[in-house]
Structure formats: structure tokens, C-alpha cells
């Protein structure tokens, strides 16, 4: 992959040297035309012509029809006698379907290919799928890529520039950069057509860098294994001290330019801990605290049913997943997918190494948030150190953390306070109970009120309370295995702490208010 | 036959023969022809060598497309193809437009091998249909096919010109001289205007 600067002088040196086919594989043609076109005006001493469907044949600078017919082998044909009529002649192929494979296409490109070595002529295609091995070895390749940051700012400032007289526009230099960084990853016709209409609402300040990001999700609405996650204001995070000390270290280099820097930006966290305590909820907010889209990689998509399906659906997803940087990427229950075992014909080991392979070598500003339940079921490659930034155990909450909880729930489905009396009784006998525990038994006591037409009384709501057995009563064996290994091998996400008595449950632990 | 052809007639009749076998024979050079250039039974036999002449050459193509009917199956295939099967027919139009024949001549050769180009293009067409019809090739295929035939339709050909009299009848491809007059102004970097 190489960037418009570098593709650019790589295609001067294959002209130079009068490769007979060059080929640039990128999915935006008019961005490779453009560059073919300042290589041709940088060669003002060889013609060039450019064939496309909808135009037929003309030359490439002037612009001059030489022939309306848009028929590609009428083009070939007329490329034939322009070979045969003269030297270093050019001509460029943009919409060209079926040279992936040995096709007549193919193979006509082929003999047009070796005509125009025998007559110092070059043919350079445009195309977005790699060309038939047949071919693409008469001559050089190169990879335009998406367009990088400078690309991005310069056709930014273009556009703001352009139209800064006509539209109350106050962005500055910074704004230009923050803009580029959010429409990274998609082509520059879609970042101009994301800001042009971001700035047919009459103006654009800085309250409009937020909206670039809504239309970029736009067009990555309908991709496979990815999605959107709505995001709400009000997600606030108690507890888990040092996991947002953690975060809080790392919010900058997610939004800084690090281009000239040697600082990388964050890879991600994996989350470990019981069900129910909130990890997925984490996801979200860190996103909504570090002001970033949320994506969920959906696993249950990615996974084929063919041999090699889930492994080109999963590299699909996270080259998404870049594109759409910056960005949190979840992952939730990341064992489900990535189980370490045998009777799948290999395919989870592969997804492992691919994923691996992914998480230590990108460079894009995804911050990978994942979460796990079982631990024991992931593959110990996935756990070695270096693979995440860090992992974190989230345990059962406290004292304090339930009686946030309680408080929370009372209130937002029975629109009651609770008095500090039953309060305090509510967190003693709630010991053990996940969250998700206690938003399940005021749920039960929200039902009763709306069965009898009033609040039951406190005796009553003591009762539901007891009745309730939680999950670490029923799945007692687990959570000690959860937890002994969690806080062996992981940071606490809350303040660090001993190693626990059996029956203990830790302190300082996360609650995510909705 | 060697050397030099000594009459008229004899470098019509010679050239025809050639012309009518061999692609790289040129019809550049002969003779104008007039009915009075000629007595009047070699005027007449030299009309039916040309006539013969043509239908040499158009036998040919139609062999050459009936190649192509039997085979129709790949779109790109048949896009070369036709693109092949035209240039060779414009080698009939090399002869019945030649500036050397009577303008009588010329008009009637011409009229003739315009019915049969727009004949042979029906004939593609039509086969095309038969095939989508008999259920073994795919709608898309069909239409693909179609659209092949209309893009590289043989009835472009009579608009081709000779690029030299009496020379080759090639598409009409305009000049790329950058001093020409109708040169449109070169395409600019575009940077858009909202509309206000």
C-alpha cells in the first residue's frame, strides 16, 4: 500500500522506464486518474489517452474525444493502431471488468500488453481487484491506498477555503486536522461529499466535526459484522479507580496527531470478570467519555459456514473496523468466538492467529475494548502479555457500589427514594449480588407495584430481596474460579487489593449509572 | 502474373483478384473508372469482377460470423469478436465506396453492402434472442450479450471514412492536435461550491 505521493512517483519512474502495463489497484478510480493525470502532465513529451465506458476515448490532458464509442475492445482496437502508428503512446483503462482471472479480457490485455512493448508504449489500468497472474506479470503493480491525513487536510482545506467567503466558517487549522482524523478511512469523494453536506446547513463551526462522524457511520451503516452502538450522555462511571486512571493516560493519544511522533495510540483492554458486573456497559462508557464512535464486532456474523468464510468475513470486519478509526472496537464475550478446542476443522485456531495478528499489528486509532466470562476457555495466546494494553478484572460490587446501584434503581423504576434505614438493610442483604442481581429483584418489585396499585411494603421489598438467590450463590464454583484466576493474572480494575478469603468479595469496584 | 499492369483494366482486374484473398492489398492507386474508359464488354466483365470481388469478401465475413453465432456464449468473447468482424467489413466498404467508380457504381455497391451490414447486424441480434429463449444460458448472460452487440454494433461501420483515397475505411477518430480550435479547456483540479 502506498499513499498519492508515493503512488505518484512510482508511476513516473514505471513510465520512465516504459513498463508495457501498470497497474494501480485502488477503489477510488478518480483519485487514480488524477494522479495518472499530473504523471501525464509532468511528461508533457508522451501522449496519453484514457478510456472509460461512458466517455469512449480521448486524450488525457486536453480532454479531446478521439473516438465516442465507449466499447472497451473498440478502445483496444484503436489503442492497437495508435501502438502500431507511433511510440511511447499511453493509454489508461479505468472500468475494466473480468482481468481478475484468464478471460478473454485478460488475455486481450495480455496481447495489447506485449504490442505496446514491442512499440514503447505503456498501458496503465485502474482497477480494484488484482489482475489475472497472466497479465499482471507483464508488467509493475502498486496499491494506491485511502487517502492519509495530509491527503485528507489538503482536500479539506480546499474545500473550507473555497467556500469560507460564501459560509460563515470558522474552522481553523486544528478543526482541518480533527476533521481529517474522523474521515479517515473512507475514500476523498466521500469525505467531500460528508463535508460539503455538513456545510450545506448554511455554516460550519466546531460543533460540526460531531456530525462528520454521524455520516461517516452512515456509510459504513450496512457492513457486515459491524454496528453502530448508540451512545448515550448519561453513562457514568463509579469506581473502578484504576481503570480509569488507565484510561485516563491514554484519552489524549487518541485524539492527538501522532504522525511525527514514536508514540503509538492504545490497542485495547480486555475485561474480565463475573457476569453480570457491567463489563459490556464499560464499553460503552469509555466511548462516550473519550467522545468516540462505539462498534461492536458481532462474531456470531463473522463466523461462516464454508471453509475460509469466517476467517475472510473476520478481516473484513476489522479492516472495517480501521476505517472507521478513531473508534472503540467491542468485543463482547470474545470466548465465544475465539474458544481454544478441536471440531471446527481448525478455523477458531486461524480466527485466534488472525485476530492476534490484527491486534499487534495495526496502527489505526481503534482502541479494542474486549470482554470475557470464561476465561478458561480462551487460548492462552490471547492472554499472553503484550497482545492487550492491559487486562482488567471487574469483580462483584461493594457495599458502596450496591447501595449506588439500589439508590439507582429505586429511583429510575419506582420514582422512590429509599429510606437510609431500609437502604442500609437493602446492601446487607444484597451481599453477592452482581448488578445485574439487583436491577432483576427491583424489576420483581416494580411488577408487584404496578399488580397491587402501591409501593409493597418494606417488609415485603426485604422479601424479594431474600428470595433472590444471586449468581454467586448459584454459580459459587465459577465465580471462585473467575476470580481466583482473575486477580492472579489481571489488574484490578478498582483499587488493588489482597488476595481474598474464601466467601470474601473484593471492594472498589465499577458502577455504570444509566 | 508479374510486372507492371498494362491497361485499366488489367490493373482492376489484378488488383481485384489480390485484394479479394489477401488483407494487406491495398486498393490505393487504381484507375478512375468511367463507362467510357473502357470498351463496352470489358466495362461490363470488369463489373462483375468487382462484383465477384466483394462477395468473395463478404463471404468470407459471413463465414467468419457464422463462427461467431455458433460460439456466442462469453459477452467479452463476442466483443472482441465483433470488433474483428468489423474491421474486416470494412474492407467491403474500401470497394464499394472507391473513389475510382462511376458515382452509379458507387452508390449502388454502396447501398448494397449497407443493407447487408444492417442485415448481419439483425442476424447477431436476432440469434442473441433465440439464445436467451432456449433456457440454457442466464437472463444476465443474455442481456450482457446484448449490450455487447449494441456497443460494438456493425452498423458503426458505415460510418467509418478512408483515412487516404481509396484507402483503408477506419472509425473517424478525431485528431489530438492541442492547437485545434475545438479543444475544450482541460479538466482542473474540481473543488466544490455549496450552494448557498
Sequence with gaps: MSNRSESLVWLLRCLKARVPLITIRTIEPSRARDMV????????????????????????LSGQVTSDEGSLPVALEYARSVFKARENANFVFTDVEDVDSETSTARHFAEMARLAESRVGSIIMITAKPLWTGLSRLGMNVSLDLPDQKELEDEITDLVETNRGYL????????????????????????????????????????????????????????????????????????????????????NLMSADLTHTTVSPPRGVL???????????????????????????????????????????????????????????????????????????????????????????????????????????????????GRFDEMFFVDLPDAHDREEIVVMYFRKRLEYDV?????????????????????????????????????????????HFTNLVPFSKTNAEELGLTRAWGLTRCVPAGTPRGPLAEGETSGNRRVVLL | MGGQPATTYEHWVRTLRDWSVDDSVSLTGLPPLT?????????????????QALETTAAGWVSALSKTLASIGDPAALAVDLVALRRKLSRRLELARHPALPQVLRDAFSDAVDRSVRDAQQQIETAIKNLGRDGHTPASVVDELHRVTRENSFVAVLAYTADTPGGRFTPNYRSTDPAGPDHPVPERPRVRRIIV
Design chain 1, 168 to 251: 460563515p466558517v470558522s474552522w481553523e487549522r486544528q478543526h482541518v486536522r480533527q476533521a481529517a482524523e474522523i474521515l479517515s478511512g473512507v475514500t476523498l469523494l466521500e469525505a467531500t461529499n460528508i463535508l460539503a453536506t455538513v456545510m450545506a446547513s448554511g455554516e460550519l463551526n466546531e460543533g460540526h466535526l460531531k456530525e462528520l462522524s454521524h455520516f461517516k457511520d452512515q456509510i459504513f451503516g450496512d457492513l457486515n459484522g459491524i454496528e453502530r452502538v448508540p451512545l448515550r450522555e448519561d453513562y457514568k462511571v463509579g469506581g473502578l479507580n484504576s481503570l480509569k486512571e488507565w484510561l485516563s493516560r491514554r484519552r
Design chain 2, 35 to 51: 463507362e467510357e474508359s473502357l470498351p463496352a464488354g470489358a466495362y461490363e466483365r470488369l463489373i462483375n469482377h468487382i462484383r
Design chain 1, 37 to 60: 493525470r499530473d504523471a501525464a502532465g509532468e511528461l508533457r513529451a508522451l501522449t496519453f489517452y484514457e478510456h472509460s465506458r461512458t466517455e469512449g476515448t480521448r486524450e488525457l
Design chain 1, 271 to 385: 475485561l474480565v470478570g463475573v457476569s453480570g458486573c457491567g463489563k459490556s456497559l464499560s464499553a460503552k462508557a469509555i466511548a462516550q467519555e473519550w467522545q468516540l464512535p462505539l462498534y461492536r464486532l458481532d462474531m456470531a456474523a463473522v463466523l461462516g459456514m464454508y471453509v475460509g468464510q469466517s476467517e475472510g468475513q473476520l478481516r473484513e470486519a476489522l479492516e472495517t473496523a480501521e476505517r472507521m478509526a478513531p473508534c472503540v472496537l467491542w468485543v463482547d464475550e470474545i470466548e465465544k468466538a475465539l474458544v481454544s478446542g478441536a471440531g471446527d476443522g481448525g478455523t477458531s485456531r486461524r480466527l485466534v492467529g488472525q485476530f492476534l495478528y490484527w491486534l499487534q499489528e495495526h496502527t489505526a486509532k481503534v482502541f479494542l475494548v474486549a470482554t470475557a466470562n470464561d476465561v478458561t476457555s480462551l487460548p492462552p495466546e490471547l492472554l499472553r502479555k
Design chain 1, 419 to 463: 429510606p437510609p434505614d431500609l437502604l442500609r438493610q437493602l446492601v446487607d442483604l444484597s451481599e453477592g449480588f452482581t448488578g445485574s442481581d439487583l436491577e432483576a429483584v427491583i424489576r420483581d418489585i416494580t411488577l408487584a407495584k404496578y399488580n397491587s396499585g402501591r409501593l409493597p411494603a418494606d417488609a415485603e421489598i426485604k422479601l
